[in-house]
């Protein structure tokens, strides 16, 4: 992925973002209210050696006591310094307690000794690390330091600076607490989506579309809210931006090849669920707008659902043709006002995928491309069955339907090499239920006062059959040979109906 669109996902859900920092700052200053307030209070010793009277003697001691320091810093915390302490100021503590308050630290390349203690009372901290200095100095200069002249102690300590009342407690660091929770609330949700973004291969845009396949993106086409969810637009609303975006596909088709036009497709899609029979009859309607004579064939024999779409009688149609149980005339249904012709499935057969690679198929395929100028075929899904390959070789080309945030990327690679690799061309791809944030505000998209009844009167025309569509009335024979029809076996002559401006 780009650059761009990790930004962008950013940018989308900034405030998802700005929630979970300030969360985590909230927790945060929770668990900074729960610890205990602590005090530090600190003294200072300075230690020096009390022997030497020349140069050299001086540089001994001093020496000398710089060896020695580290020693003595190490008995602030022992109990041959606390328990003086204890005694002292009653505390109500051991001595190995008390030591988990003291720290002794030896400030660099000097003699001079900081002694810490840390309290719940800014009082106690002071008078403590007070004491607990006087306790090292005692206990240093009269039981552990070598004896002079005169039995004088050579080391010596003194406070250079005694510890005063803290006014401000030294822990808990609420601010520091507070921010760091912010910090590690904001790295973690962006940390989160940045990783959500390059681990979710869901198509989420047309560009998703173009990393899928070499084959053009056809079109997008926009979502329908949730009162006209998989319905026919191009009949129930023919002036709304969805309606737009499927004679954008049919333009796009039109023109996939200027060569050899196209005249025949297949629209299918990876899995089940992916709009592929809504778009599929909603093409074949945009391309009647633009070509005189389009029939729409629902070849999906394991689950067809085009005749439910049309509220047509599904049960005689493609199957009956290619066992020889029906002629074109009985199963080819005009709909729509006579804008197309449907051949709906008929029944469920028990080998779809035999049927539909059978010379009986091809045959009839090949005759129905000479009586209509465009056909769409609905068929089954590419990836559970291997119904839709054996069409995809006999049409132009495949139409492939991806949906918006449930398709993945590797599912229409896999669909797209399955077709290659019978060497059926892939005209295209068409991604359904795109959710769009600019508002679409043109005049060709909203109905005029009274326009609308006039529109529905005249798209809500459903043919049951009593009416007559271009290319429909002819006889067919399944194979071995597709005989043209005799005069006695042709219904009413076929009308030539013209083409739409």
């Given at each position: 992925m780009e650059a761009n669109e990790y930004v962008e996902a950013l940018r989308k859900r900034w405030l998802l973002i700005v929630a979970i920092g300030l969360l985590a700052a909230g927790l945060a200053f929770a668990v900074a209210s729960s610890l205990p307030t602590i005090y530090r209070a600190t003294s200072s010793v300075f230690v020096a050696t009390q022997r030497g009277e020349t140069t050299s003697e001086l540089v001994q001691g001093s020496?000398?006591?710089?060896?020695?320091?580290?020693?003595?810093?190490?008995?602030?915390d022992l109990p041959i310094v606390l328990e003086p302490v204890i005694a002292e100021l009653q505390l109500p503590v051991t001595a190995d307690a008390l030591a988990e308050q003291v720290t002794a630290d030896i400030r660099l390349n000097t003699v001079i000794i900081d002694i810490t203690v840390s309290d719940p009372s800014p009082e106690a901290a002071a008078s403590i690390a007070n004491a607990v200095t006087a306790s090292l100095k005692t206990t240093t200069e009269q039981r552990l330091s070598p004896q002079g002249a005169g039995e004088a102690p050579v080391i010596s300590m003194e406070t250079v600076s005694a510890a005063k009342v803290p006014t401000g407690?030294?822990?808990p660091n609420t601010r520091l607490i507070v921010l760091t929770g912010l910090v590690g609330g904001l790295a973690l949700a962006i940390g989160g989506i940045l990783a959500r973004q390059f681990l979710d291969t869901r198509v989420r845009s047309e560009r998703d579309l173009e990393r899928s396949s070499e084959s053009p993106v056809l079109g997008v086409i926009g979502r329908q809210d949730a009162k006209h969810t998989a319905t026919i637009v191009m009949r129930t609303d023919p002036h709304s931006p969805q309606a737009e975006d499927y004679r954008r596909v049919a333009t796009n088709l039109?023109?996939?090849n200027v060569d050899d036009p196209v005249r025949s497709v297949v629209v299918t899609s990876a899995y089940p669920g992916e709009g592929k029979t809504t778009t599929a009859v909603n093409l074949a309607l945009a391309m009647a707008d633009r070509l005189g004579r389009v029939l729409l064939i629902d070849a999906d024999l394991r689950k067809p659902s085009v005749a439910d779409y049309c509220q047509i009688d599904g049960s005689i149609g493609l199957t009956s043709l290619l066992v020889g149980n029906a002629t074109l005339d009985d199963a080819i249904r005009p709909w729509g006002g006579g804008l197309i012709d449907v051949l709906p499935s008929g029944l469920v057969p028990a080998n779809p995928s035999q049927m539909l690679g059978s010379v009986a198929m091809a045959d009839l395929f090949a005759h129905l491309a000479t009586r209509y100028d465009f056909i769409v075929v609905d068929s089954a899904p590419l990836l559970p069955v291997t119904d839709t390959l054996s069409l995809a070789k006999i049409a132009d080309g495949t139409v492939l339907v991806a949906r918006f945030k449930k398709s993945r990327r590797q599912e229409l690679q896999m669909a797209v090499r399955s077709l290659e690799q019978v060497t059926a061309p892939v005209l295209g791809l068409v991604l359904n239920g795109m959710v769009s944030r600019r508002a679409v505000s043109y005049y060709g998209y909203t109905d005029p006062a009274g326009a609308g009844a006039a529109g529905a009167a005249v798209?809500?025309?459903v043919d049951a059959?009593?009416?007559?569509?271009a290319g429909a009335t002819t006889g067919w024979v399944p194979a071995p040979a597709v005989m043209p029809p005799s005069a006695d076996q042709a219904g009413p002559a076929d009308p030539a109906r013209p083409r739409r401006a």
């Open positions: 020496t000398f006591t710089q060896a020695q320091v580290e020693s003595y810093a190490q008995l602030a407690a030294s822990s039109e023109f996939a798209t809500a025309v059959g009593g009416s007559t569509g």
